[in-house]
């Protein structure tokens, strides 16, 4: 059996946090920040489902809801066979005010060794692209893994 690997994530967001978390569970604000499509039911049982791009849909199922203070959800890749599959990791989203600022924490557990370094790059983008957001700024087109974008 492989060993599990973690990411482990934090920024500071200028926005209360149950401003951060609306971002975490309406699929309207959501698509702000991540992906061009969101199908979510922010309840336990509840799907998350949001399409980055053509090929890479993001599947799994809301495990655990705690308004504002933790979103926790299974992860994995739909459509993509040798990749984590859909539901295969669990993300694990703690909110906590700091000062006037919300501290976001993100946690993914689950991951294979050789998956930590596209899954940390992918949510250092869309914690940035939350940031902004959360924060009332537009993050402009989500271009992550297009050709050309950085």
Do not use: N
């Not at 039911?41 to 203070?69: C, H, K, M, N, Q």
């Not at 060794?113 to 087109?141: K, N």
């Amino acid at each position: 059996m492989m060993e599990q690997a973690a990411i482990d994530r934090e920024v500071e967001i200028d926005a209360p946090p149950e401003l951060v978390f609306s971002f975490l569970t309406d699929a309207g604000k959501m698509i702000q920040w991540m992906g061009s499509e969101v199908e979510l039911d922010p309840r336990a049982g509840g799907i998350y489902r949001v399409f980055i791009r053509e090929g890479t849909i993001a599947r799994g199922t809301v495990l655990e809801v705690d308004p504002p203070s933790l979103f926790r959800f299974s992860f994995g890749w739909e459509g993509s066979p040798g990749a984590l599959p859909p539901g295969a990791s669990t993300v694990e989203i703690t909110l906590e005010a700091a000062g006037k600022g919300t501290r976001v924490r993100l946690r993914h557990f689950g991951l294979e060794d050789g998956q930590q370094e596209q899954h940390t790059q992918g949510w250092d983008h869309y914690l940035a692209r939350l940031r902004i957001c959360a924060s009332g700024g537009d993050p402009g087109e989500d271009l992550l893994g297009e050709e050309g974008a950085e």
